[in-house]
């Protein structure tokens, strides 16, 4: 847990997929996890970028988020790229970016875009040369 006044929670700066899962699926009452994953804040949003420029190794979805900071143009184009997946309605995917959804209804979501991300890592990873 962080320390220190206004200090986030160490789970939300992780860029670590399989320690996000684990915590995830194992840790859900933890106050971290809790943090990380389903109370809104600005920490919450940039792991969601992070996440979903994982999914994408083209380049393009991280350009297109990290192209502003305005938090509120951020949010829009998070909607958008989430609603391009089309697990989920579009309803669910608003509440879900702003971190209104019910934890119960934000879980399966986070883990299905963290294990489609390290899916698509590993298929960057096969792809590179041996050396």
Request: charged residues 25%; glycine residues 4%.
């Amino acid at each position: 847990m962080a320390t220190g006044p206004g200090a986030a929670p160490d789970l939300v700066r992780c860029r670590n997929l399989a320690v996000l899962l684990e915590a995830l699926e194992s840790r859900d009452n933890d106050d971290d996890v809790q943090y990380a994953f389903y109370w809104p804040s600005c920490e919450r949003l940039d792991l969601l970028r992070w996440v979903l420029v994982s999914i994408d190794p083209s380049g393009a979805t991280e350009r297109y988020l990290f192209s502003t900071e305005d938090v509120v143009e951020v949010r829009e184009r998070v909607l958008d790229v989430l609603t391009q997946i089309k697990h989920f309605s579009a309803e669910h995917y608003a509440e879900f970016v702003y971190g209104l959804a019910l934890p119960a209804v934000q879980k399966p979501l986070w883990i299905h875009l963290m294990k489609t991300a390290e899916w698509a890592q590993n298929e960057l990873l096969q792809q590179q040369p041996e050396r």
